[in-house]
Every structure is written in C-alpha cells, then in structure tokens.
C-alpha cells in the first residue's frame, strides 16, 4: 500500500529532532540513564494476533510477558502525566506501547496526545506499533507532532511471517496465514519508508524467535537501513503463558547479542532494551510504575485487558 504523505525536502531531520533523539532514552544509549519515560496504556486492542502474544498481558513487541497493566483514558492519561512530570526528573518522553497497538486505538492516541501537548509542549512524543495501519496513520502522526516511532518487524518473507501471525484484520477482513503476513509485511515496509521520508525517527524491534527468523534478521537489518530506520532492537522471544508459542524456547540474551554484534556493521543497534512493561515510568531498569498507580486526579481506570480485547484473540 502506498500512503499519501508529503515528504520534507531529502527527508532531512530538523535539529530539534536531533536534539530530542538526544533526550530519548531508548534512541540513545548514552540518554538512557540520564531520562525518564512515561508509558500512558490507553490502547488496549490490536489488530494482528502474534503467535507470541497472550492478550492478558501487554504488547511484546514493547514489553515482558507476565505483566498486566491497567488502561487509562485519554483524560486520566493527561491528569496521570502532569502528576508524574512533577514527581520524576527527567522525565523527557511520552511513550504510547499498548498494552495492544497504538493505531488500533487511533481516537485514544490522538487525544493523549493532544491533551499532553497542550500542558507541555516540549515533551518527546514516542510510539510502538506493529505497523499494520502505519501507511495511513504516518501523516497525522507527523501533525500530531511524533518524530519517533517503532516499528517491530519480524521478517520481510509472507512463508516466514505464516509461522509468526495467525492472523491480520484490515479494512474490516480477517485474513490467515502466509495471504494475512504479506499485508502486514507491505504495510509496514510502505509505512517505515513514509515516516523516515517525513524526517521521523524509526526504530525497528525484531523479535528473535529460534528457528523461525533468526537467520534471516541480518537481511531485515539491511532491508530497513535502506529504508532510513535509525536503529535495529533485536529483542528475545520470551514465551508467554497461554499464546501459541508458549512452549518455544526462549532466546538466550548471549544469542541476541550474538546477532547484534553481527548487525551492528550494517546498523546501530540497541543493547540497553529493558523489555519494559505498557505503562512503565521513570528511567529505564529502574521502574516506578507500581509508586503511582492510581495516584493522580480522578483515579478513572477502565477494566483490565481482557475485559477490552476481541475474545477471539485471547
Ligand atoms: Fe517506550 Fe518504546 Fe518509546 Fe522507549 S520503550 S515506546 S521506544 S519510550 Fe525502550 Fe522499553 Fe525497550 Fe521499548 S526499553 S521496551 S525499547
Ligand atoms: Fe502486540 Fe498485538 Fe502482536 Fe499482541 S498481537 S504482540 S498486542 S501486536
């Protein structure tokens, strides 16, 4: 799918995106014990269902499994963000990571962060996606004002993506297998091409999953270097309780940083992940989510997880 963006002039990052990468502590290594980030969960449905994923628990394409977060509302996201910005150093990004997928929760998306942009227009908006609506969702991302964003991609190949995805749900059709894997596939190509063309800032988390994918991340590396991308996550499978790839092994951490070792040549590569949960706050590693939990405004917290997801995905 082609999208319908406008790109700048040679795609070029403007300074202050420069400096904000800066300030970003997951972008940059050297940021990451110095600035805190703030997950808001308010987007609890997804609309591709990973063999990895239990929808109990949060999306891990940006999390540990194991760990449920509560959702908020836009409201409540704005009212929790002023009371923790005046609480936690630092604290320089707004990060959108699920529990499910950000663009599957547009309205909620956008209104966080427009609430949040009013009081504090100089926070670093940041969001996770799997990529799926990216090629119509890239230009309002950029008028919203976000200039990173990441995009896990787990292989470029439908015959590889078959084994990952059960499933994809686009313009209102279900589609399985290797037929659902090609659209999510060329999605998320057409949408990364679109935001880095916009001077957005794109990092990819690859999932390493043995035996399925892992001797072809080296070619997902180069194919989205290509593509513009600032920096690769390769991440381990870590296999969640209750989803279809419960009994896979996990990745060991000296294998992915095996693989990193052998991607940086071609890419920046992450080694600081700390895998963390959807509504995760302070400095990466050291997590102060549980110290304000409902702490702030009106304590509106909408029900868990399960109560919000399709059924079928669970
Ligand atoms: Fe959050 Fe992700 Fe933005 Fe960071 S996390 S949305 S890019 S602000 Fe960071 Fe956490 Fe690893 Fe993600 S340590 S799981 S890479
Ligand atoms: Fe994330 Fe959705 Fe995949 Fe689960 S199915 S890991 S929520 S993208």
Same mark, same amino acid.
């Given at each position: 799918m082609n999208c319908a963006c406008n790109p700048v002039q040679n795609g070029n990052r403007t300074l202050r995106v420069l400096g904000e990468t800066r300030r970003h502590p997951c972008f940059s290594a050297g940021a990451g014990h110095k600035y805190a980030r703030i997950h808001l969960p308010v987007a609890p449905r997804c609309n591709i269902s990973c063999n990895? =994923?239990?929808?109990? #628990?949060? =999306? *891990?394409h940006e999390s540990r499994p194991g760990v449920t977060s509560e959702i908020l509302s836009p409201a409540s996201a704005g009212e929790k963000y002023s009371f923790v910005k005046d609480r936690?150093?630092? *604290?320089?990004v707004v990060g959108i990571a699920g529990p499910g997928e950000a663009l599957a929760n547009w309205d909620e998306t956008r209104s966080t962060i427009e609430i949040i942009k009013k009081s504090d227009p100089d926070v670093i908006f940041c969001l996770s996606t799997n990529g799926l609506m990216l090629p119509d969702y890239a230009g309002r991302l950029v008028e919203l004002g976000v200039r990173h964003v990441t995009v896990t991609v787990n292989c470029l190949e439908p015959v590889i993506g078959e084994k990952i995805y059960k499933y994809v749900d686009y313009q209102g059709k279900r589609y399985h297998g290797a037929e659902g894997a090609a659209i999510l596939i060329a999605n998320q190509q057409a949408g990364i091409k679109c935001l880095t063309a916009q001077g957005v800032v794109v990092k990819v988390n690859i999932v390493m999953i043995k035996g399925i994918n892992d001797s072809h991340i080296p070619e997902i590396v180069k194919k989205v270097k290509e593509q513009g991308v600032f920096i690769t996550n390769i991440m381990p499978l870590i296999p969640a309780r209750g989803? %279809? #790839?419960?009994?896979m092994p996990q990745t060991p951490m000296k294998e992915v940083n095996k693989m990193r070792n052998i991607c940086r040549g071609d890419l920046r590569q992450m080694?600081? =992940?700390?895998? =963390?949960? %959807?509504d995760a706050i302070g400095l990466l590693g050291e997590d102060r989510s549980l110290e304000f939990r $409902? *702490?702030? $405004?009106?304590?509106e917290v909408l029900p868990p997880v399960e109560k919000l997801v399709n059924k079928e995905a669970i």
């Open positions: 990895y =994923c239990n929808r109990k #628990f949060d =999306c *891990l936690v150093e630092k *604290l320089s989803s %279809a #790839f419960e009994y080694y600081h =992940c700390t895998q =963390c949960r %959807a $409902g *702490l702030w $405004g009106k304590q």
